[in-house]
């Protein structure tokens, strides 16, 4: 089994950066994909950013593309996601997921962290 823990969420000004951090136990996730969605309130939860094993290949959702950044260190089990240039938009629940796959994709995650919230002031 796999644990996923986010930290680094809080509230910040339209314009600002934050740093999500997603610790993972249990289990190595080296050899699994990793990803970032969230969820604003009312509406579904949406795919921001895949990483996959190595670091190598990484994919964005449109609407975060050039202003968030995925990364990973396997040495530390840590997945991270750099959010620059914050809009309102973007405020929701941010969630950790691993993939059984290596390699990334916009659904289909195995494991779950419990998420942790955004929130952007205009």
């Known amino acids: 089994q796999v644990q996923l823990v986010e930290s680094g969420g809080g509230l910040v000004q339209a314009g600002g950066s934050l740093r999500l951090s997603c610790a993972a136990s249990g289990r190595t996730v080296s050899r699994n994909a990793m990803g970032w969605l969230r969820q604003a309130p009312g509406k579904e939860r949406e795919f921001v950013a895949g990483i996959n094993w190595s670091g190598r290949n990484t994919g964005y959702a449109n609407s975060v593309k050039g202003r968030f950044t995925i990364s990973r260190d396997n040495a530390k089990h840590t997945v991270y996601l750099q959010m620059n240039s914050l809009k309102p938009e973007d405020t929701a629940v941010y969630y950790c997921?691993?993939?059984?796959?290596?390699?990334?994709?916009?659904?289909?995650?195995?494991?779950w962290g419990q998420g942790t919230q955004v929130t952007v002031s205009s």
């Open positions: 997921a691993a993939d059984e796959s290596p390699a990334w994709s916009d659904s289909g995650y195995d494991y």
